[in-house]
């Protein structure tokens, strides 16, 4: 806690710099590509050590916004020109695997949904706009759609460092567990929900293609043999 409150202290320090506001676009726009930047920390910590102060919550909502979209319409665009090394990039390990096949999935089902909700788990920003860019998602209306989702994202980050700062004016360190705690609850509802729906969810479109041709193979086996066909025959 004590080292919380140094690190509170010298933000507080930076917050009549106009720095302040280029590191919190580039850091917003960076986590489009680099999973690991703080873009929602930073945001939700600024906010906690503005306290309400309406006008510098707006403009950080904001720039929070702008950098996020920005950096989301670059990673859709890597997605779009160079999609096979983007995807192969993305799915070194077991883990890039699993996040592209599920973005790649959502794409196809819900690809707005997708750019919306992505942001709110981890690496999603990553896997949501490679996977849109590689499989031609329309620019259009990714442009408008993440528009829309940054700015989402932007204002519940900013209302959830708010919700700490008033909780907690004298103690910004406080403020700052608080809206973490608020955030990572979030995360994990979402997570949790997104894990439900695809346990209980409809079936994949791939699958019911799949019954239908075990069926025909059924029949055929009742009927007899029939001409055989290769791959290349089929439809």
């Known amino acids: 806690m004590e080292l919380l409150g140094h690190v509170t202290e010298l933000l507080r320090?930076?917050?009549?710099?106009?720095?302040?506001?280029?590191?919190?676009f580039a850091v917003s726009g960076s986590d489009a590509l680099l999973p690991?930047?703080?873009?929602?920390?930073?945001?939700?910590?600024?906010?906690?050590?503005?306290?309400?102060?309406?006008?510098?919550?707006?403009?950080?909502?904001?720039?929070?916004?702008?950098?996020a979209w920005t950096g989301d319409c670059l990673?859709?665009?890597?997605?779009?020109?160079?999609?096979?090394?983007a995807i192969a990039r993305l799915e070194r390990g077991p883990n890039g695997r699993r996040r592209y096949e599920w973005a790649r999935d959502q794409v196809r089902r819900n690809?707005?949904?997708?750019?919306?909700?992505?942001?709110?788990?981890?690496?999603?920003?990553?896997?949501?706009?490679?996977?849109?860019?590689?499989?031609?998602?329309?620019v259009a209306r990714f442009v408008l759609v993440d528009a829309a989702g940054a700015a989402i994202w932007a204002v519940y980050s900013v209302l959830i460092g708010l919700a700490g700062g008033v909780a907690f004016a004298d103690e910004p360190a406080k403020g700052l567990l608080l809206s973490f705690g608020l955030?990572?609850?979030?995360?994990?509802?979402?997570?949790a929900g997104r894990r439900l729906r695809s346990a209980h969810g409809v079936p994949g479109g791939d699958r019911r293609p799949r019954r239908r041709a075990e069926a025909g193979g059924a029949d055929r086996r009742a009927v007899g043999p029939g001409p055989e066909l290769s791959e290349v025959d089929c439809p």
Do not use: H, K
């Not at 320090?13 to 919190?24: D, E, H, Q």
């Not at 945001?43 to 950080?60: E, M, N, R, S, Y």
């Open 111 to 138: 690809g707005g949904l997708l750019i919306i909700a992505a942001r709110y788990l981890p690496g999603g920003r990553v896997a949501s706009a490679l996977a849109n860019g590689s499989l031609g998602y329309p």
């Open 75 to 85: 990673g859709y665009a890597i997605g779009r020109s160079a999609g096979p090394r």
């Open 13 to 24: 320090g930076a917050l009549g710099s106009p720095w302040l506001w280029v590191l919190v």
């Open 183 to 191: 955030g990572l609850a979030l995360v994990l509802a979402i997570e």
């Open 36 to 67: 690991f930047m703080p873009s929602e920390t930073t945001v939700v910590t600024v906010a906690v050590l503005f306290g309400p102060d309406p006008a510098q919550l707006a403009l950080l909502a904001a720039i929070a916004a702008g950098g």
